[in-house]
């Protein structure tokens, strides 16, 4: 399946919808044939919805940058202004186990800033998407906050701050997923620590920013994307009325916490 035969004149916002949309009903396809184990639909899911998200990319937008967790980097990247970064599924456990928590990220950074970005929730009843041109309504917070944590590997320094806040734990699964937490009204903090890539959060902060959301480091340094390095392995998303408490309490947390890498 390739891109639209009008892709080149819709816009970038609603190419990245159309694509995690469509991206989202062929995973969901290639899941409800039968045909494999939990593990195998994993990597059958990845291969086929990241052919179908490279090819339809590069047909739709050309002269653009791509990276995508499933491709091989190409370094020409690098000098493009324009680069989409891709990630075909998101949280490949969740999906494999047919689980909600998983997601499809299509965006576009320009200039290394998470300018545009769709994230699909394909296990939701009916589907969702949520996208950077046409933000919805953030829920208010409850009295007690509710941090997102990895449902099998929650950080040390998430569980910390937790803890100071008297915020209640909300495991669950992939980075898109726990990003549109927030903004679903299901989750107000989404603080990570333990490790990741551009595109895990490219495309989910591109989201979140355009409603409103604060996104950063954990240390309150800017996400830069379309980096030599594509390793970014830490990044805190909330409603800005908190960001200021949680960066604090984020000092705080005793080295004996800190991994490898977290916060570089």
């Keep these: 399946m390739s891109a639209p035969a009008d892709a080149i004149a819709i816009s970038d916002a609603a190419l990245a919808a159309h694509l995690a949309h469509v991206a989202g009903r062929i995973l969901i396809d290639v899941r409800d ?36 967790e499933e491709e091989k980097d190409n370094a020409e990247r690098l000098a493009k202004s324009r680069v989409w970064i891709v990630d075909p599924v998101d949280g490949t456990r969740e999906y494999g186990e047919a689980r909600v928590d998983w997601a499809v990220h299509v965006g576009l950074a320009i200039d290394g800033v998470a300018a545009i970005g769709a994230v699909a929730l394909p296990g939701f009843e ?12 953030v829920p208010p917070a409850p009295p007690q906050l509710r ?23 909300v495991p669950m699964g992939s980075a898109g997923a726990k ?28 989201v979140a920013l355009a409603h409103g959301l604060h996104c950063s480091r954990i240390d309150g ?3 830069v994307y379309n980096q030599a390095n594509v390793y970014l392995p830490d990044l805190l998303i909330c409603r800005q009325e908190h960001a200021p408490e949680v960066l604090a309490l984020i000092a705080e947390v005793p080295p004996t916490l800190q991994r490898p890498g977290a916060g570089s």
């Design 33 to 68: 044939a039968g045909l494999f184990s939990p593990k195998a639909l994993g990597k059958a899911g990845d291969q086929t919805a990241n052919q179908f998200l490279c090819h339809a990319l590069r047909e739709a937008r050309p002269h653009d940058g791509l990276l995508s």
């Design 126 to 137: 009916g589907g969702i998407v949520l996208r950077s041109d046409q933000p919805v309504p």
């Design 179 to 206: 990003a549109m937490a927030v903004i679903l009204g299901q989750a107000d903090i989404y603080l990570h620590s333990g490790g990741q890539y551009e595109w895990d959060s490219m495309a989910p902060v591109a």
């Design 147 to 169: 941090m997102v944590v990895s449902r099998t590997r929650p950080a040390p320094e998430a569980i910390a701050v937790a803890e100071k806040l008297g915020a209640q734990l």
């Design 221 to 223: 340094a800017p996400l």
